[in-house]
């Protein structure tokens, strides 16, 4: 502020702008995570799938064993889609 009590910037602009910012930041957060669980949520079905062929199909103990392992790999990407098991330590 100067002597005369106006203030030296467009203080009235700037909590608008802030907001507007705030508003498209969040925006863009809110849909990078939107994104983010539809592909792991994709993953995990494509590994289920994969480990339920495996099993259905499988030939031998290794090859079940292998669809077993795809399975709880797809059971692992929904429970990080969903929030059961953090991704990553906060």
């Given at each position: ?27 863009r957060d ?61």
């Amino acid at each position: 502020m100067t002597d005369g009590g106006t203030p030296t910037s467009d203080s009235a602009a700037d909590p608008q702008r802030d907001t507007a910012a705030d508003v498209r930041e969040g925006t863009r957060d809110a849909l990078y995570d939107t994104i983010g669980t539809v592909a792991l949520l994709g993953f995990s079905l494509l590994f289920l799938a994969a480990g339920t062929s495996g099993i259905v199909t499988a030939d031998s103990t290794t090859s079940g064993a292998l669809g077993v392992v795809l399975g709880l790999v797809g059971i692992v990407l929904a429970a990080i889609a969903f929030d059961v098991v953090p991704l990553s330590r906060e």
